[in-house]
């Protein structure tokens, strides 16, 4: 469990100056009792703050009235199709592009195209620009990332889209892999991760594995027999399933000294089980038209962008992995696909892949009972459509999860959204926002290593990352010129309130609670100035519009705000 104190220990002294109006400049730090607060905390909004990007008030009223069961079974049966409103949101949505490259000089402001296309479409569009440079290799690429910025503020299916997050995260892969990666985002964040985010693994791990995204990025595309490239192997087995917990190199040279290996169970991998995995997908490569000197003559991949099995390029031999052997001259693509069962259905990867929810949903702290009790739902539903679905289900129900007290560190994402709803501002993705956030720490579809980013939150709460993050906040507020967010805090503040009272709505507002006593007054106190905190602000729009950014300021930046 993250220490509250801790929290606020690890930065707030240097990132009060940084936000804090000037009267609060000259103002004693406040000290917070956050074990009050934590107890004060509305249950409807703890649990909401767990699942989605931040509690709205349509979601708090519908678990009011029916249940946070109802939500979340709601939630889990989310539509494929986004809603007319946000289709909208993205059809009217234009994305900066702008760059120096090669004699192109671009500065332009463009729709966004790319999301309902194939592959096929975006190959021949990619072959049309590739000479331009990297800022026209990755659009798809951004246009994704901008269409899912947009999905996480304003979608009502919100844990649909943290679980799409999840999974590119889990499955990751970056547009700086290949020159040829960003034209593969649209399909794989559509045809892949959102198509099975809440289905089956073991079919969700066979579309990885064939999505040209992965097969760029791990180096698939290549791998032919002799020796066989080991990249996605190594992968598959330490991050899409097992984990590096059920390495054992370090203890058993051979694979029949692990245990359970003999009788077809071994209880974890070693690098054998990597080279011959690795052998078992040679051939799996991509139609990208380029062509091979075989036998004396020119053989031609078709040039469509997708999944191309290449049979010429694959180890007929035969292969043992995980205590399984594997014949040789087996049908196409078989050796491959049997490995995707090997794994997907170890008792390792449930723990892996349940321990993984448990850290995203809760907190690094989660109860080991949560654990065990998901590991067995998944392993029950191993062959079933939406093994996922029910496993999260088996979470979002238990007593674990409903009694759960930590708290957990919003990643950058996350917090950037979640300010975005909390204010129910006007929400416009552009390519400073993803440039800023990627000073943040954070890089959707552009972390480089195939871990993903971390979800820890010692990552996320170090000095330097605690200093920008705060930092953020001024320049989110102060983006209101610059089409981001476009905020009305006048406009949504209660007429005929109090300064105090001001104070109150927009504290219950923003982090879910009312601040303690002392430090409502000495905030009522500055917000009124020269006036009475009691008395009913005698100004105009301009100037309330003014102080209550102010407050945003502060109450963004306090640990209520900043965890879920």
């Not at 020269?530 to 008395?535: R, T, V």
Request: glycine share 6%.
């Amino acid at each position: 469990m993250i220490k509250r104190r801790t929290f606020i220990q690890a930065g707030s002294l240097m990132a009060i100056p940084f936000l804090l109006p000037e009267k609060l400049l000259t103002a004693k730090p406040l000290e917070i009792n956050f074990e009050t607060n934590q107890i004060q905390k509305d249950q409807t909004w703890n649990l909401l703050g767990k699942v989605t990007y931040g509690p709205s008030k349509k979601d708090i009223l519908k678990v009011k009235k029916n249940g946070f069961q109802t939500y979340i079974k709601e939630q889990l049966n989310a539509p494929q199709e986004d809603s007319p409103e946000i289709l909208k949101r993205i059809q009217d949505t234009q994305l900066d592009i702008k760059y120096d490259y090669n004699g192109y000089n671009v500065d332009e402001w463009r729709p966004i195209t790319y999301l309902d296309k194939d592959l096929k479409f975006c190959r021949k569009e990619f072959e049309k620009v590739k000479e331009k440079g990297w800022h026209e290799w990755i659009r798809p690429g951004m246009e994704v990332v901008s269409a899912n910025w947009i999905r996480s503020v304003y979608s009502p299916w919100q844990l649909k889209e943290m679980m799409v997050e999840f999974w590119h995260n889990h499955f990751n892969v970056t547009v700086n892999g290949d020159m040829a990666m960003g034209s593969c985002m649209p399909t794989y964040d559509r045809d892949v991760i959102r198509k099975h985010a809440f289905g089956n693994f073991r079919q969700f791990l066979e579309d990885v594995a064939k999505s040209p995204a992965m097969l760029y990025y791990l180096n698939n595309k290549s791998s032919q027999a002799s020796p066989a490239n080991e990249n996605y192997a190594r992968e598959l087995f330490e991050l899409h399933t097992l984990g590096s917990e059920h390495y054992m190199n370090s203890l058993y040279d051979r694979w029949r000294d692990v245990p359970g290996a003999l009788e077809g169970k071994p209880a974890g991998y070693i690098d054998e089980d990597v080279y011959e995995a690795s052998r078992a997908f040679t051939g799996w490569t991509v139609a990208d038209g380029s062509f091979i000197w075989r036998g004396g003559g020119r053989e031609e991949f078709p040039d469509t962008g997708e999944f191309f099995y290449y049979d010429a390029w694959h180890d007929n031999y035969q292969k043992r992995i995980l205590g399984y052997e594997i014949k040789s001259n087996m049908p196409a693509m078989h050796d491959g696909r049997k490995v995707l069962d090997l794994v997907a259905f170890h008792p390792g990867t449930a723990k892996n892949i349940c321990r993984k929810f448990l850290l995203r949903f809760m907190g690094d702290d989660y109860p080991a009972s949560l654990l065990s009790k998901a590991q067995t739902v998944w392993l029950q539903n191993i062959n079933a459509p939406d093994q996922i679905k029910i496993t999260l289900q088996t979470i979002f129900e238990s007593p674990e999860f409903l009694n759960y007290k930590g708290q957990k560190v919003k990643r950058p994402y996350e917090f950037v959204v979640s300010v975005a709803r909390a204010t129910e501002a006007e929400f416009t993705p552009t390519m400073m926002l993803q440039w800023q956030i990627m000073g943040m720490g954070y890089k959707p579809f552009m972390w480089p290593a195939p871990t993903g980013h971390p979800d820890k939150d010692s990552y996320w709460m170090g000095p330097g990352a605690m200093l920008t993050r705060w930092r953020t906040i001024s320049s989110i507020l102060y983006w209101k010129d610059m089409g981001v967010f476009k905020f009305r805090f006048a406009e949504q503040t209660p007429g005929g309130l109090s300064y105090q009272g001001i104070a109150d709505y927009w504290s219950e507002k923003l982090t879910g609670i009312r601040l303690q006593e002392k430090y409502r007054s000495k905030i009522a106190t500055m917000l009124a100035d020269n006036a009475a905190p009691d008395s009913i602000p005698a100004i105009n729009e301009t100037q309330m519009e003014q102080k209550l950014i102010w407050l945003a300021q502060f109450l963004l930046s306090t640990p209520e705000f900043q965890t879920r």
